[in-house]
């Protein structure tokens, strides 16, 4: 794959042709979407609007900073470990991950078999809410393609909210967490339960546990789809042959009994969507770190900016649940700040809504990078 040049297209360009898309081209990405920085080794660092230092996020970094730069309308993009919100996060785009198997992967390069999901980067709630209707669906060319009805997921002018129960985890909001990103998701909070939408703490499973199952997953699948390739060291960076060689070296024990944890998880999570409709977060837990960085100060800790900034995003993806980050804030320095809200499998019209409500009620989506001219 490393020279492959496409023989078809995916369905998911396919649908954006059919819906009157001019497909523009193809945007720098992290190497083999594997990554959160998106500072590729063969063709460059894809650099953040708001600060030309800076990462713009990965694994769809590039597709991120076009968005946010208004080079584009919109972007798609893959999500296999937060790839779309983090990028989303740290450029002040909205970043989309719909449920699994809600928008087909026909035609996409695969890094996982059960993590991967391919979703949309926009500027507003509104044009995320039109590209997933043009996306949506069943698609009989991929196996992982859920039947599941899709939804007309427009979102009207006054977007109501009054009644939505969201869930709120004070632990996710300030364990780990840089003290603008707790205060500006916690000003969401309280701009939802203004618009009448009911604001219910709870405690949710172990995110750390989450996480840890994540990462064996991850890396089993991923080190199982790129083994043939392992033997040309010359055209794989050192950071991602070490990744892959942890995922071989992997026991078939820890993989089953990761998808046993997972399938645990998801019992828990549907008992948690009992009492609430969704559950707000901060999307990464600090603003985006400088390029070359490989640790960062977050909330008082020497943290590993990879492993930082997927902390709050993995779970919706072990879990197959929708998520979409939004700008929710700056931090002192006046980079975008995320908001993750997480629903119910395939209940991406209330998540849109929600968005939607909170974005009409706030100026974060009309602030754009100083470099963006009028």
């Not at 600060?51 to 590039?62: L, T, W």
Request: contains cysteine.
């Amino acid at each position: 794959f490393f020279e492959n040049v496409a023989a078809y297209t995916t369905t998911v360009v396919e649908n954006m042709k059919e819906a009157g898309a001019v497909i523009v081209g193809k945007t720098n990405m992290h190497e083999l979407a594997l990554g959160t920085t998106s500072e590729n080794p063969h063709y460059g660092a894809v650099r953040n609007p708001w600060d030309p230092d800076r990462i713009a996020g990965g694994s769809s970094g590039g597709s991120a900073s076009a968005v946010a730069a208004h080079v584009v309308f919109m972007a798609t993009g893959t999500d296999t470990g937060g790839s779309i919100r983090i990028p989303a996060s740290y450029c002040g785009a909205v970043g989309l991950k719909p449920s699994f198997g809600r928008i087909s992967r026909y035609g996409i390069l695969p890094l996982t078999f059960s993590l991967d999901h391919a979703g949309i980067l926009t500027r507003t709630v509104r044009d995320a809410a039109a590209t997933l209707n043009a996306l949506a669906g069943v698609d009989p060319r991929d196996d992982s393609s859920s039947p599941e009805k899709k939804d007309d997921y427009s979102v009207p002018p006054e977007a109501s909210i009054r009644g939505v129960r969201v869930g709120w985890t004070e632990d996710l909001n300030t364990d780990g967490v840089e003290a603008d990103v707790a205060a500006a998701t916690r000003r969401m909070a309280k701009i939802a339960e203004g618009l009448g939408a009911e604001i219910i703490p709870l405690t949710v499973p172990d995110y750390a546990a989450m996480n840890s199952v994540h990462r064996v997953i991850l890396h089993s699948e991923a080190s199982a789809l790129m083994q043939p390739y392992l033997g040309e060291r010359d055209k794989i960076s050192s950071d991602l042959l070490a990744l892959f060689q942890q995922g071989c070296l992997l026991p078939a024990t820890d993989y089953v009994n990761a998808q046993r944890l997972r399938r645990l998880m998801m019992q828990e999570f549907s008992r948690l969507f009992e009492r609430v409709d969704c559950l707000m977060t901060p999307t990464t837990p600090s603003a985006a770190s400088r390029i070359g960085e490989k640790t960062a100060l977050i909330g008082g800790k020497e943290r590993d900016v990879r492993l930082a900034a997927t902390s709050l995003v993995r779970p919706a993806n072990l879990l197959g649940l929708p998520a979409i980050s939004l700008p929710c804030g700056f931090s002192a320095s006046g980079l975008p700040l995320g908001l993750q809200i997480i629903g119910r499998p395939f209940e991406e019209q209330l998540l849109l809504r929600l968005a939607a409500a909170l974005e009409d009620a706030t100026d974060f989506a009309k602030v754009v990078p100083a470099l963006v001219k009028p």
